[in-house]
């Protein structure tokens, strides 16, 4: 699988924004998907993931309320709606892909990486 995230800019606080992952090779439409997000100096974190059906998705809590996650199976697309964006957001976002139907928070749990995007938040 090869996914590739795509939607990232500058954008100013109180903003929004939307990513895409789509996946080529094969199709991502019954894996657990998820986005995280790495910013300079810091560890890799959890955003938000779906399952492979999207009826459940989970939040890391720094973005509940402001971040969506969402899929379009037949389009083997999956989305992230960003609002109300922050300076602590900016981060290169990167989608990944687990071979499970469904996916946790940890990173451990995702066995397909993309390239990121680069989101950057001005104040």
């Known amino acids: 699988v090869q996914l590739q995230a795509s939607g990232g800019g500058s954008v100013q606080a109180g903003g929004s924004l939307g990513l895409s992952c789509s996946a080529s090779?094969?199709?991502?439409?019954?894996?657990?998907v998820a986005w995280f997000r790495q910013a300079p100096g810091k560890e890799r974190e959890f955003v938000a993931g779906?399952?492979?059906?999207?009826?459940?998705?989970n939040y890391a809590d720094s973005v509940k309320g402001r971040f969506t996650i969402s899929r379009d199976r037949t389009k083997n697309v999956v989305y992230l709606q960003m609002s109300s964006l922050r300076p602590e957001d900016t981060a290169v976002y990167l989608c990944?892909?687990?071979?499970?139907?469904?996916?946790?928070?940890?990173?451990?749990?995702?066995?397909?990486w993309g390239q990121g995007t680069l989101v950057t938040v001005s104040s």
């Open positions: 990944v892909a687990s071979r499970s139907a469904f996916g946790g928070s940890s990173r451990w749990q995702y066995n397909y």
């Open positions: 090779r094969r199709s991502i439409s019954n894996n657990g």
């Open positions: 779906i399952n492979w059906n999207g009826d459940t998705a």
